[in-house]
């Protein structure tokens, strides 16, 4: 059974801007993430040997989260570019929140940053309901 969860070809395509961390947030690893956020990719060195690591990224990502309804690949898309208007929520199911998100932009920017850290949690919470 094939459990595709992510992309390599969307994480390698976010690896361009990896020095902010954006692979690494998508493949769930929020706090290496953040750190190569802080740190422009670890001095870009780290951001330059994930170039190596993105496959076996992909097989943690596969191996840890649910595949269903809701398309990981879609989700982060709308969270990196619309996620202050709560787009991604919606597409997610949660309505509320979403258009609490739309008001509010992103929770003055605390939801939108939340929602990094725990967008592939959310999305197999969902999946796995719903299988």
Sequence with gaps: MERNTHSKT??????????????????????SGTVYFFT?????????????????MDREAELRFHPGRVDYTVAW???TFLGLFGVHRMYMGKWFTGIVY???????LVGYIYDFWTLNDQITLINRSES
Aim: glycine fraction near 16%.
């Design 102 to 108: 739309f008001l509010t932009g992103g929770i003055f």
């Design 77 to 79: 898309l709308l969270l």
């Design 40 to 56: 422009l990719g670890l001095l870009f060195i780290g951001w330059i040997v994930d170039l190596f690591l993105i496959p076996s």
């Design 10 to 31: 969307i994480g390698y395509l976010l690896w361009i801007f990896g020095f902010t961390g954006a692979h690494r947030f998508y493949y769930g690893k929020p706090i």
